[in-house]
């Protein structure tokens, strides 16, 4: 498999635009042996996020401050979630970074699997990025098994989220899995 | 009959044929969402035409469970023997965005959210 692959609309953080940045490092084994830290994690980022968003009132040109925490902890979540899941190498660590951006907010997340699996993830995301995720949605839900990719079809679908791969060789036989996901925050 | 979490709450009142859901539901896979299942299962087994699945109270559902609803939607579908009845909350975001596409699979669920 090549050394460098990237999918979807990946972007390398520039950094110096952003008005927010956070980085969590975590051992992955901390998130498989107790689950209930994926969502743990992603509703203290949700929480301390969600602050930078006005209340229902008075949000007219943005999302309010209840919607960004309940949309930023379901994507969070979810793309945490996947990192506990598929995580080959326990000992190592699993990084959630958040950027708020002039008008989004990113959120990334990185992990380490085995060659076999970034194969199976290459795959997976490019059946993703074909298009038609609505179809792709359903279609997965009335066959009998495979869901995999789920996850990324709501927030494709339901949140509007934009979604960037990058799946790197990080040398000792593993690969590195990074999933940048972004969601709009401005309305017009 | 009730299914209790750390987080979550699911209780089936069988008189009223209504499944209702409280808390947050963050479950691995579906083998973890098994129990789930059976209740839903079962509910749709002695629901006599009529069965109600309240979400007001859930404040989260991961995709594992969206994925559980949606199969057990179209189950019932394919079952034919209950009109399903589906109540949001729409103040809680997951809802708002994510109920409707249960119609998606069968255009007989009613979905109310308000």
Known sequence: ?188 | MELRGEDYVVTYAESRHTVEFFGTLRLRDSSDYKPLTDILDKALSDSAGLLVLDFRNLQFLNSAGINIISRFVISARKADTAQLRVLGNNEISWQQKSLGNLQKLWDKVSIEIR
């Open chain 1, 1 to 188: 498999m090549e050394t460098t692959t990237t999918l979807g609309s990946w972007t390398e953080d520039a950094g110096e635009n952003n008005l927010s940045d956070a980085l969590l490092r975590l051992k992955a084994a901390d998130i498989f042996q107790s689950w209930r830290r994926c969502s743990l994690t992603a509703d203290f980022l949700a929480r301390y996020y969600s602050y930078y968003f006005p209340y229902r009132e008075k949000a007219t040109d943005r999302i309010s401050r209840e919607t960004a925490e309940n949309n930023i902890s379901y994507i969070l979540n979810e793309l945490i979630e996947n990192t506990a899941k598929y995580s080959d190498a326990a000992d190592k660590s699993v990084e959630v970074t958040v950027r708020l951006r002039p008008s989004d907010i990113q959120f990334q997340v990185t992990n380490r699997v085995t060659e076999k699996r970034a194969e199976d993830f290459v795959r997976m995301a490019a059946e993703l990025m074909e298009g038609n995720t609505e179809q792709q949605y359903l279609s997965k839900l009335e066959r009998e098994v495979d869901s995999s990719g789920l996850g990324y079809l709501t927030m494709i679908n339901d949140y509007g989220v934009t979604l960037g791969f990058k799946v790197e060789k990080s040398g000792d036989d593993l690969f590195s899995v990074a999933v940048q996901a972004s969601m709009l925050w401005k309305e017009a």
